[in-house]
């Protein structure tokens, strides 16, 4: 079975740090997502981005994040200067195409700022 | 808003009941999928419906769609502790091809051995 791949697993960081998540889609996906849950809550969407380029992006995805697909497999979410609030687990989804299919989700990293 | 919300947020039955859990949402919709999550992993798709189907079935699973009410149930028959996760409803609306999905806050699923 295909799979999103996300790394690291788990990522500690102190507040005004950079940090950069990764992602690797299933190859023949072509529309990538990332999300985000803080602890308890509800997951939340970040930005869509399909044909090298952002499709939508949340309230949440404000100046501080950016995403790129630099290589053509990975899927990079990036926050420039990290807050206490960031501190979440963001997921990595793709899809294969437009319609009605599901997402696949990786299995998160875990953002703790400090 | 277009987020589904699940009702109930917390549900406990003992091995072999049956869980049912469901979904309100707002607007209309394209698809309304299912996910679950066990603790502190990744969301895993279980299931998808479209607006124009009523019932789906996988495995143990049972899906309804009902449009005209905005609602959805899954039905998890013969429940088992490894059943034991939270479980998302997600509406997705589709337009040109771009295909939004907004997860609701989810339905916490204990199965008791």
């Known amino acids: 079975e295909p799979e999103v791949t996300q790394t690291p697993s788990h990522q500690v960081t102190q507040m005004g740090q950079e940090v950069i998540l990764r992602c690797v889609p299933i190859s023949n996906h072509l529309y990538f997502y990332w999300y985000r849950q803080i602890l308890g809550q509800k997951v939340e969407f970040l930005v869509s981005f399909y044909n090298n380029e952002i499709s939508e992006k949340s309230e949440i995805f404000d100046d501080q994040f950016s995403v790129e697909r630099p290589d053509g497999s990975n899927f990079t979410l990036k926050i420039r200067s990290t807050k206490l609030e960031d501190s979440a687990m963001y997921f990595c989804a793709s899809r294969t195409g437009p319609g009605n299919y599901g997402y696949t989700f990786g299995s998160g990293t875990r953002l703790t700022v400090v | 808003s277009q987020q589904g919300e699940e009702d109930p947020q917390a549900l406990s039955i003992q091995e072999g009941e049956n869980a049912t859990m469901n979904c309100s949402y707002k607007?209309?919709?394209?698809?309304l999928q299912w996910y679950r999550q066990n603790s502190g992993r990744g969301l895993v798709h279980l299931i998808l419906?479209?607006?124009?189907?009523r019932e789906k079935h996988s495995g143990r699973l049972r899906v309804t769609l009902d449009t005209s009410k905005k609602s959805s149930s899954l039905l998890i028959t013969a429940s088992r502790a490894a059943d034991t996760a939270s479980y998302f409803c997600a509406t997705s609306l589709i337009f040109g091809g771009y295909q939004k999905v907004t997860f609701g806050i989810g339905t916490k699923l204990q199965v008791i051995p």
């Open positions: 607007t209309s919709i394209n698809n």
């Open positions: 419906i479209r607006s124009n189907e």
